[in-house]
């Protein structure tokens, strides 16, 4: 597993150049989810696959980009699932977006079967957070001689001070809008870039707070997808001391996702938060 984040870090570099020099246009394609592709999507995708598969302990890849798990190493370990170009969005904006992996048992896709995961945030600096369960994620950042560890490691207190909501606020459910604006009448303050790499890893790194992708009237679902994104950082938050939990308020790391491209309902926090949206959603016992 650590020698599969090591590797990481080599996609770190390479993506991160791409980000940095090659066109931001629009592809031809869409992807499994029926978004529209950028060049960058495609490029970035391609990078990570030709990283990846040279690892001999990664039985297979998935990508968000892809339809199809692609198998690499029959006698390989673990499935790779990956978001390559997480905030394909906000990229023409110059705002920070991130790559997402997810490290699973093989013929294990859900939560139980995910053994580790990691980001990486393309921001001002090059940032990696990698994690296996119960123990503190470790965080790195770029400087001259690469990508090396930060002291401090990412722990999450009890409570926080921000509130990410995601979503279009029109489609929120009455219980939803009531918890956001209950949130912001205690004092939260609305950090919300529309790249879930920088909404959450702001979190961790401030130590607190809320980001939540709510089941909305147009998408009961949600839109963030389990394999690719959700339980990765379910399993970061929790590693962190932190909390992620589906509009049931049942534990994410315990999802079956229903395909390879499901999307669910998520909510990762400190404790606080996270209780709080319990009590207003009414899923205490969840
Ligand atoms: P992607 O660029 O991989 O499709 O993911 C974008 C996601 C996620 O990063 C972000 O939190 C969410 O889309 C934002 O969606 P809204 O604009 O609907 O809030
Ligand atoms: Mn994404
Ligand atoms: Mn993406």
């Given at each position: 597993m650590l020698s599969i984040f090591e590797t990481l870090k080599s996609i770190a570099f390479a993506v991160d150049e791409a980000i940095k020099t090659e066109d931001l246009g629009y592809a031809s394609g869409r992807n499994a989810t029926g978004d529209d592709q950028l060049k960058l999507d495609v490029r970035a995708d391609g990078i990570v696959e030709s990283i990846l598969s040279q690892h001999p302990l990664v039985y297979s890849i998935i990508s968000e980009e892809k339809e199809e798990e692609l198998i690499v190493h029959p006698d390989g370990r673990y499935t790779v699932c990956y978001d390559p170009l997480d905030g394909s969005s906000i990229v023409?904006?110059?705002?920070?977006?991130?790559?997402?992996?997810?490290?699973?048992?093989?013929?294990?896709?859900?939560?139980?079967?995910?053994?580790?995961?990691?980001?990486?945030?393309?921001?001002?600096?090059?940032?990696?957070?990698?994690?296996?369960?119960?123990?503190?994620?470790r965080h790195y950042r770029s400087g001259s001689e690469g990508l090396f560890a930060v002291r401090r490691s990412l722990r999450l207190g009890e409570k926080g001070k921000l509130n990410a909501p995601g979503g279009t606020q029109k489609y929120w459910l009455p219980e939803h809008k009531a918890f956001v604006d209950s949130l912001f009448a205690e004092g939260y303050r609305l950090r919300y870039s529309g790249g879930m790499v920088p909404d959450l890893h702001q979190i961790?790194?401030?130590?607190?707070?809320?980001?939540?992708?709510?089941?909305?009237?147009?998408?009961?679902?949600?839109?963030?997808?389990?394999?690719?994104?959700?339980?990765?950082?379910?399993?970061?938050?929790?590693?962190?001391?932190?909390?992620?939990?589906?509009?049931?308020?049942?534990?994410?790391?315990?999802?079956?996702?229903?395909?390879?491209?499901?999307?669910?309902?998520?909510?990762?926090?400190?404790?606080?938060?996270?209780?709080?949206?319990?009590?207003?959603?009414?899923?205490?016992?969840?």
């Open positions: 023409e904006a110059d705002l920070s977006v991130g790559t997402i992996f997810g490290i699973y048992e093989k013929g294990k896709l859900t939560g139980s079967g995910l053994r580790g995961s990691a980001y990486i945030v393309y921001g001002p600096r090059l940032e990696l957070v990698a994690a296996v369960r119960g123990r503190a994620p961790l790194v401030k130590a607190g707070g809320i980001f939540s992708y709510p089941g909305t009237s147009d998408k009961p679902e949600g839109k963030l997808r389990a394999l690719f994104e959700v339980l990765p950082f379910a399993l970061i938050y929790e590693a962190a001391g932190g909390e992620a939990v589906d509009q049931r308020g049942r534990r994410l790391l315990e999802l079956v996702p229903s395909s390879l491209h499901a999307t669910t309902p998520c909510f990762f926090g400190s404790s606080y938060e996270i209780g709080r949206f319990k009590e207003a959603y009414g899923v205490n016992d969840g």
